[in-house]
Nanobody, 116 residues
Framework: QVQLVESGGGLVQAGGSLRLSCLAS????????MGWYRQAPGKQRELVARITNEGHTNYVESVKGRFTISGDSAKNTVTLQMNSLKPEDTAVYYCYAVPLRGGLLWGQGTQVTVSS
């Protein structure tokens, strides 16, 4: 069974940077897209950024210009570079992957806390 393994996250002051990484635990596994959702306390989970296997990217408006998503489709990895972090970016961030065969995979979540 394929699992998504996340790393990164933590506590940072406003204006700082963090880098999240996600790796699918098995190679030779075709993925259509990968990305990151986040969920803050009391709020719905929202899509932060995604990247397709063709390199097309999408971002939620609130992170445009501050976050950058990149991926390696051959290695089934995705990275989210987060700069100029704000307290409102505080949330649990979840990696996800859309396999070509269908379905949806989720990581376990990693906490990002931005202090003011």
């Amino acid at each position: 069974q394929v699992q998504l393994v996340e790393s990164g996250g933590g506590l940072v002051q406003a204006g700082g940077s963090l880098r999240l990484s996600c790796l699918a635990s098995r190679n030779g596994f075709s993925i259509n897209a990968m990305g990151w959702y986040r969920q803050a306390p009391g709020k719905q989970r929202e899509l932060v950024a995604r990247i397709t296997n063709e390199g097309h990217t999408n971002y939620v408006e609130s992170v445009k210009g501050r976050f950058t998503i990149s991926g390696d489709s051959a290695k089934n990895t995705v990275t989210l570079q987060m700069n100029s972090l704000k307290p409102e970016d505080t949330a649990v961030y979840y990696c996800y992957a859309v396999p070509l065969r269908g379905g949806l995979l989720w990581g376990q979540g990693t906490q990002v806390t931005v202090s003011s």
